[in-house]
């Protein structure tokens, strides 16, 4: 059973107040996009890369990935949902129905290997996966409160799944013109209300939106 690792890159990149797209932003003298490829790519349950990218960033990402064996860079939609579903249309004519589907935001560049591998491994034994962090709190604006009593979790990637199960769901979202998904996991519960199988995320695997989270990234890792 094959493994794909998908790596979401088409966002514009506004609100990072920087010269250039956050892709190629460097800390530590290296550009974030490298490092969830290299995750992947170092890991050895991960059989292929798959970039999806902007129009605008797909030429300066093949130059900085020339090189990179076992990567393919494509091009995305205008939403999340749009780039996934470009995806896995690319996918469709290598992956079987019970490969795995790992789907990545790039703007979370320091996922850890060790994580990835639960994943996946997670995936294997439940048909799907996603990472958690339990620090979110519900706010009920009719009452004016902050409500204790909910289990409010924040969602993270890679969210693992089926190609059988992501291609139908896909699929079926684009039959219905039904739009607007954030994630994977969204998109799955909207088609067949699965639910999918979550396991405790790492605090340094956050979403790199503006400059100033690669502070809170930072003191997370310290």
Same mark, same amino acid.
């Given at each position: 059973?094959? %493994?794909?690792?998908?790596?979401?890159?088409?966002?514009?990149? /506004?609100?990072?107040?920087?010269?250039?797209?956050?892709?190629?932003?460097?800390?530590?003298?290296?550009?974030?996009?490298?490092?969830?490829?290299?995750?992947?790519?170092?890991?050895?349950? %991960?059989?292929?890369?798959?970039?999806?990218?902007?129009?605008?960033?797909?030429?300066?990402? @093949?130059?900085?990935?020339?090189?990179?064996?076992?990567?393919?860079?494509?091009?995305?939609?205008?939403?999340?949902?749009e780039s996934e579903y470009?995806a896995i249309q690319y996918?469709?004519?290598?992956?079987?129905?019970?490969?795995?589907?790992?789907?990545?935001?790039?703007?979370?560049?320091?996922?850890?290997? @060790?994580?990835? /591998?639960?994943?996946?491994?997670?995936?294997?034994?439940?048909?799907?996966?996603?990472?958690?962090?339990?620090?979110?709190?519900?706010?009920? %604006? @009719?009452?004016?409160?902050?409500v204790t009593n909910k289990?409010?979790?924040?969602?993270?990637?890679?969210?693992?799944?089926?190609?059988?199960?992501?291609?139908?769901?896909?699929?079926?979202?684009?039959?219905?013109?039904?739009?607007?998904?954030?994630? /994977?996991?969204?998109?799955?519960?909207?088609?067949?209300?699965?639910?999918?199988?979550? %396991?405790?995320?790492?605090?340094?695997?956050?979403?790199?939106?503006? @400059?100033?989270?690669?502070?809170?990234?930072?003191?997370?890792?310290?």
């Amino acid at each position: 059973m094959k %493994i794909y690792g998908v790596i979401l890159a088409a966002g514009d990149s /506004t609100r990072f107040a920087a010269e250039v797209n956050k892709l190629f932003y460097k800390v530590n003298g290296k550009e974030l996009i490298l490092y969830p490829v290299e995750t992947f790519l170092d890991n050895n349950e %991960i059989d292929e890369v798959l970039i999806v990218s902007s129009k605008l960033n797909k030429s300066a990402l @093949e130059k900085l990935l020339n090189g990179y064996q076992s990567v393919s860079i494509i091009l995305g939609g205008d939403s999340r949902q749009e780039s996934e579903y470009c995806a896995i249309q690319y996918l469709q004519d290598k992956a079987t129905d019970n490969c795995l589907i790992a789907i990545h935001d790039a703007a979370r560049s320091f996922m850890s290997s @060790e994580l990835l /591998t639960s994943l996946v491994n997670t995936a294997k034994e439940h048909g799907s996966a996603a990472p958690y962090l339990d620090n979110s709190q519900f706010y009920d %604006i @009719e009452n004016d409160e902050i409500v204790t009593n909910k289990k409010i979790v924040d969602i993270q990637t890679p969210q693992v799944y089926k190609y059988k199960e992501l291609f139908e769901c896909y699929s079926y979202l684009l039959k219905n013109n039904i739009t607007g998904m954030v994630d /994977t996991t969204e998109s799955m519960f909207n088609f067949n209300k699965f639910e999918t199988h979550v %396991i405790r995320g790492e605090d340094s695997n956050l979403k790199i939106t503006y @400059e100033s989270d690669l502070e809170s990234i930072e003191k997370a890792t310290i």
